[in-house]
């Protein structure tokens, strides 16, 4: 077939075959031209037509055993796709006894996967596919309280994330019940002196906080890690003051500045104890907030250019690569935001494409919405299974664990790889839509909050005179220094964004 010099791996009607040409033809059936059925190609006529085994003689050798589809058999003359189901089925009942009726939705799940290999060397290989068969066999049932009483580890995530995209369990807020039962495991194991204290500050600050965010949807994990690293410094704090042989209400103010001064680290997570149990008058002790630092990473208007246009037009980039990178840099969304985007958040019409965030609605400039209507027709899963339409949410970046988006993490980490940071991209962005529009505007149309964009306001502001001095500045060679960013609405990405945004709409 391929003429080169290999090993014969089989001899067909039509000769000997190498290992690579025999996969080929194997997973690629064609039309046979004897009697026009798909099928393996194994002979060939004097014409030069290819013809499949069965007109060849050896069509049983091309054909599964079980349901008489031509796949390539993979194990005692069976498919693929008939060789996982058994092997689920085998999985997941007990011994001699028939499936629980309740698990039958795991069986369609993993059995329809549409790689069926990968689910094959899944169940021979995985822990998690152990675990599965364990708790299959349990006669209390499957439970969210059943995997809550295991190690946290991925497999117990997969498995979980696995039930809730096929139905067997609800869905919930892992980040919010994570975080309550590790609050739950360390305020347990934390001597009887300090339970008391961090019992009510985790629930009458973090946990409370957290309940009140994971009802509007906004509870992430980077929330979840904040409220774990508040709580963790305020323990090594009331552990500290028991060296001292200190209580809370005994500790004075130089006893908390001699502490920072051992770990000036901790004092950012510090500030949320310490206002705590001012309020609660616990302790005389007061730490300002640390001031958010101003921005300083930012991209010059030539480099933004080459970035946006290496989104757009880059057809070497990942998809998913093209269209985070290109939402960062128009709209300066972070990439958490991103990664929980679902395909109903694209809607398109006569007058163009649209974005849903949060409450607001943008135009999406049209290369970029033809990249996410190619993502939608054609999603990168990195799942082996694929949720139950009924449960699926349909993540545009769906993760590996079923039913769950891509990690923030994952994200930025693949945008690092091909040269697009996200911190500069965002901080410029960010700078040319508060120069474009008001800060309400951007509040309400991107969903940030008006705080955030308030405090960028009053950044521009405070430095306009300092960017008009250096703008107008000599140099030491006579000329006029100019601004890096370019004059007002003149940047690149501001000359998109005014020629997208038609009249009268409040787009950015």
Not at 313 to 325: D, K, M, N
Not at 431 to 440: F, K, L, S, V
Request: overall charge positive.
């Amino acid at each position: 077939m391929c003429e080169d010099f290999r090993p014969v791996h089989v001899t067909w009607p039509l000769g000997p075959v190498c290992g690579r040409c025999y996969a080929h033809r194997r997973t690629h059936p064609g039309p046979c031209t004897s009697c026009g059925r798909p099928g393996t190609l194994v002979g060939r006529t004097e014409t030069g037509g290819e013809v499949c085994g069965i007109c060849c003689g050896i069509g049983t050798v091309f054909t599964c055993t079980n349901c008489g589809s031509i796949n390539e058999p993979y194990a005692e003359g069976r498919c693929t796709r008939c060789v996982l189901k058994a092997r689920v089925l085998a999985l997941l009942s007990e011994e001699a006894g028939p499936l629980n009726p309740r698990l039958q939705p795991v069986v369609d799940c993993l059995a329809g996967a549409t790689h069926p290999k990968s689910v094959i060397h899944w169940l021979n290989g995985s822990t998690a596919a152990r675990l599965l068969t364990r708790l299959a066999a349990t006669p209390s049932g499957l439970t969210h309280e059943l995997l809550d009483a295991l190690p946290q580890e991925p497999r117990t995530r997969y498995i979980r994330g696995l039930l809730v995209s096929v139905g067997i369990l609800p869905d919930r807020n892992e980040n919010l019940t994570q975080t309550e039962l590790w609050v739950a495991r360390t305020v347990a194991a934390l001597p009887a002196g300090r339970r008391g204290v961090i019992h009510a500050f985790a629930d009458w600050h973090a946990l409370r906080t957290a309940r009140r965010q994971a009802a509007r949807g906004r509870y992430t994990s980077g929330s979840a890690s904040q409220d774990r690293t508040e709580i963790l410094r305020a323990i090594d704090f009331l552990h500290w003051l028991d060296t001292q042989d200190l209580t809370l209400s005994r500790a004075r103010q130089a006893d908390l500045e001699r502490w920072l001064d051992q770990a000036p680290g901790h004092r950012r997570g510090l500030v949320a104890l310490i206002r705590w149990a001012h309020l609660r008058k616990l302790a005389d002790l007061t730490l300002p907030a640390p001031r958010s630092g101003l921005p300083q990473h930012f991209l010059d208007n030539a480099e933004m250019h080459t970035q946006l246009r290496r989104c757009m037009a880059e057809t070497t980039l990942p998809l998913e690569v093209r269209i985070t990178g290109a939402l960062v840099r128009l709209y300066a969304l972070p990439v958490s935001r991103i990664a929980a985007l679902i395909a109903d958040d694209f809607a398109q019409d006569e007058t163009g494409a649209y974005l849903t965030l949060g409450t607001g609605i943008v135009l999406l400039q049209p290369r970029l919405a033809g990249l996410v209507q190619d993502l939608i027709a054609q999603p990168h899963r990195l799942a082996a299974v694929t949720p139950s339409p009924a449960h699926n949410p349909g993540y545009l970046f769906s993760g590996k664990v079923p039913g769950q988006p891509r990690s923030s993490s994952a994200l930025r980490a693949q945008l690092s790889r091909h040269g697009l940071l996200t911190l500069a991209a965002r901080n410029t962005a960010m700078i040319i839509m508060i120069t474009d529009m008001p800060p309400q505007v951007v509040s309400d149309l991107l969903g940030f909050s008006p705080s955030t964009t308030t405090q960028w306001a009053t950044y521009l502001q405070d430095s306009w005179a300092d960017y008009l001095a250096a703008r107008h500045a000599p140099t030491a060679d006579g000329r006029t220094r100019a601004c890096p960013m370019g004059p007002r609405r003149t940047g690149f990405v501001g000359q998109e964004r005014e020629r997208l945004s038609p009249k009268g709409r409040n787009t950015p």
